[in-house]
C-alpha cells in the first residue's frame, strides 16, 4: 500500500505522540524505537512483526551512523560554544542521550514532558537559555520544524538555522530574511 508523504507524515506523528508522556524515563533509545515503529505499523496496519523489527533496526542502524558524524561535530564545537539540547521528545530524553553516547556534549538538556511545556511555547527555550546562561541574542538555535523550532526562536529573537534533511528547500524558503538553512548538521559549523 503506498501513501503520500503528506498522509504518511500524519500517520507518523500519531505514532509519535502516542508515546509522549507514556513511556517510563529510563527506556531505552533502542525500545523507543521499537515502541515507535510498533505503532506505526499498527496505524499502517503491517501484522508482520518482522516486517516492524526491520524497519526499527534500519533506523536504529541509520540512527548510530548520523549520531556518530554528529558527536564529532559537538565535540569540535564545545570547547567553543555552550551547548544545549531542546526537544519535543518522550519523557526519556536524557536516557536516551546517555545510550547514544552524546549526553556529555551539551551542558543542558530539555525534554518538553520533564520541562511541562513544548517548542513552540517560549519557555522551553528559556529554560535551556537560563540554564546555559545565554541570552536569546547571543544564542543561535538550530532545528528542522518551521512550526515549532523556528517559530519559537524567532519568538525569543534568537537567530535560528533551518535544517532541511531534503532539499530543495520549502516554498517560501526560510521564515525570516536572512536565516540559513543547511542540509546537514555539519553545515552548522561553518555558520557559526
Known amino acids: ?34 515502541q515507535l515503529t510498533a505503532n506505526l505499523g499498527a496505524a499502517l496496519a503491517v501484522r508482520d512483526e518482522r516486517v516492524i523489527a526491520r524497519v526499527a533496526d534500519r533506523f536504529l542502524d541509520d540512527a548510530h551512523r548520523h549520531l556518530r558524524r554528529s558527536q564529532a561535530l559537538l565535540a569540535r564545537l564545545r570547547p567553543r560554544y555552550r551547548l544545549g539540547l531542546v526537544s519535543n521528545f518522550y519523557g526519556n530524553l536524557e536516557t536516551v542521550c546517555h545510550n547514544t553516547a552524546i549526553r556529555s556534549l551539551f551542558g543542558v ?74 542540509h546537514s548538521l555539519a553545515d552548522v559549523e561553518a555558520l557559526l
Open 109 to 182: 538538556v530539555v525534554d518538553s514532558v520533564r520541562a511541562g511545556f513544548s517548542k513552540p511555547d517560549p519557555r522551553i527555550f528559556w529554560r535551556a537559555l537560563d540554564e546555559l546562561g545565554v541570552a536569546p541574542p547571543d544564542a543561535t538555535f538550530v532545528g528542522d520544524s518551521a512550526a515549532r523550532d523556528m517559530a519559537g526562536a524567532r519568538a525569543l529573537g534568537m537567530r535560528h538555522i533551518w535544517l532541511i534533511a531534503h532539499p530543495p528547500a520549502p516554498p517560501g524558503g526560510p521564515c525570516c530574511p536572512g536565516d540559513a538553512m543547511i
Open 1 to 34: 500500500m503506498a501513501h503520500r508523504p503528506e498522509a504518511f507524515d500524519l500517520i507518523f506523528y500519531r505514532a509519535d505522540d502516542a508515546l509522549v508522556g507514556t513511556i517510563p524515563a529510563t527506556l531505552s533509545f533502542e525500545e523507543t524505537v521499537r
